[in-house]
């Protein structure tokens, strides 16, 4: 395909779609593009709750890569929707979105795929690389995260060092959370309100304190979280509260205390010096727990990524194209 070498792939459009039954009620979306004889590959979006959308497949060579996306449960296009306060969220964890991408596997008949995605999504991927490294060809993962408390609390208090104004608007906002309580579990109590007003303000004040996390970096359109459609960004908030409440319903350390299991799986990642709502410690460990595993830092990015971001993740994407 003609294109300069680190431009993105032109947009395309999807071959086939469906929603999957995935049990208890949960349709999950995915749509399939490019090759359909092509090297197969899924993306992993983040979030919790972002949904997939159009530029995560422009990173694949539409000619060389069957090209998988799907909308974790009860966001995006899936059904349920968290938006619905009716929705009940208990079948909604770490393990059900792991048997989720499974079940999605097998329904599309792929023995195995290469996993790429960022920011929660890594999370997502480790963990179901982990479980199932049989069914693992490579990863290239962005931003990356293993949603430790450790991380969780620094996104949701340790950054509050840097933007105490953002966090004390932020912490006011569940002002029954005493002192520097645990805001997340408060803010998923509210979140949960029957009272749509308070639903409201606690998604306002929640999605506040993330745009204010990446405020210095450089992005153009919307506010990556406040800007969204009011349905896509009341199930954001739940949906991020609900597992970052829960520690994701993994072990402290876990995914990188198991690193070891994704040993003969090449690996990518890419990681900003500048991300301050996920610091580079995490890749540096994750990078060094993984025999298999190439660490890029961009000294010029946040989590957001940029130029130089996309490039290394093309490059990587582009390298593993032809990998048998």
Sequence with gaps: MDREPGEKYPPIEPYDRGMLDAGDGNLVYWEMCGNPDGKPAVVV?????????????QYFDPDLYRIVQFDQRNCGRSTPHASDPRTDLRHNTTAHL???????????????????????????????????PERVSEIVIQAVTTTRRSEIDWLYRGAGQIFPEAWDL??????????????????????????????????????????????????????????????????????CAHYFSHGAWLEEGQLIRDAGRLAGIPGVLVHGRFDLGGPLTTAWELAKAWPDAELTVIDVAGHLGGPATSRAVLAALDRFARRA
């Design 170 to 239: 932020f912490r006011a906002g569940v002002q029954e959370s005493a002192g520097t309580g645990d805001l997340v579990a408060a803010y998923a109590r509210r979140l949960e309100s029957p009272d749509p007003g308070v639903r409201a303000r606690a998604t306002a004040d929640w999605c506040a304190w993330e745009d204010a996390v990446i405020s210095q970096e450089a992005y153009t359109g919307p506010s990556p979280y406040g800007g969204r459609p009011s349905r896509d960004r009341q199930a954001l908030a739940r949906l």
């Design 98 to 132: 792991i048997a989720d991408m499974e079940l999605l596997r097998e329904h599309l008949g792929i023995d195995t795929w290469l996993l790429h995605g960022g920011s929660w999504g890594s999370t997502l991927i480790l963990a179901y690389a982990e479980q199932h």
């Design 45 to 57: 979006h983040g979030g919790p709750g972002s949904g997939c959308n159009d530029r995560g497949r």
